[in-house]
């Protein structure tokens, strides 16, 4: 169905947005409107994207455990968004290619560093980022935009305290783009390492500090994770 599968959706998702929280949303006009562009956002739960691409003046493809395709409603929302499945915890090699492909055809994709989320009981807040986004920006060379998202882990989570007449303050926060810039001759590793921390120091610059789990503080915001997009 293409991009007239992407706007039913969107427009679905208009209306469960209105129903289901409180949106607000600020920075979209720092989303360039053209070229491929990476959006990387902490991650509090399968609602995510909703909010994150409902205000985008473009399209947004986005990643998806494979698992996720699998299960009916969400597997065939997911397709017709076209979304690509990612395998939980494997170098997916044929994923990343079609990821590279999309990025390089000026796609504007959304990915979650953490490549999962703080589940109920656990406290919300940021996990040690995975390096996999940091990768697809470097072979891209693809500008990146921090997102900051706070209040969707309480949407359809019974032990956030979600209730259906309730509607939770929901807030998206675009930060300003910016380009990887690896320092001539470094190792790859030591160069993942360090762009995946700052992509980390960004969306934790967006985030109130409840939010920043492990990257609270100066120190913690260093913190290395594994090559992998997804856990």
Not at 90 to 112: N, P, Q
């Amino acid at each position: 169905m293409g991009r007239l599968g992407y706007e039913l959706i969107r427009a679905l998702g208009a209306l469960v947005t209105l129903a289901q929280m409180r949106l607000r949303v600020s920075g979209v006009e720092r989303v360039p409107s053209k070229g491929g562009i990476m959006l990387v956002s902490n991650h509090l739960g399968l609602i995510d994207p909703l909010p994150i691409g409902l205000r985008l003046p473009r399209q947004m493809r986005m990643l998806g455990k494979i698992e996720i395709f699998n299960r009916f409603l969400l597997g065939g929302v997911a397709r017709i968004a076209g979304a690509v499945p990612i395998r939980r915890g494997e170098s997916d090699r044929e994923a990343l290619v079609t990821v590279l492909g999309l990025l390089k055809a000026d796609e504007c994709l959304l990915v979650f560093p953490e490549g999962t989320y703080a589940h109920a009981p656990k406290p919300v807040g940021m996990l040690p980022f995975k390096t996999g986004a940091a990768w697809l920006a470097l072979r891209s060379g693809c500008q990146i935009v921090p997102v900051g998202v706070t209040g969707a882990e309480r949407v359809w989570h019974w032990k956030r305290g979600w209730r259906p007449w309730r509607r939770p303050r929901v807030s998206i926060v675009f930060g300003e783009p910016y380009r990887l810039e690896p320092e001539p001759g470094a190792p790859l590793k030591a160069v993942l390492q360090s762009a995946t921390a700052e992509m980390a120091r960004r969306i934790a610059d967006l985030l109130p500090e409840g939010y920043r789990g492990v990257y609270a503080g100066p120190q913690e915001r260093d913190a290395l994770a594994l090559p992998s997009l997804t856990d």
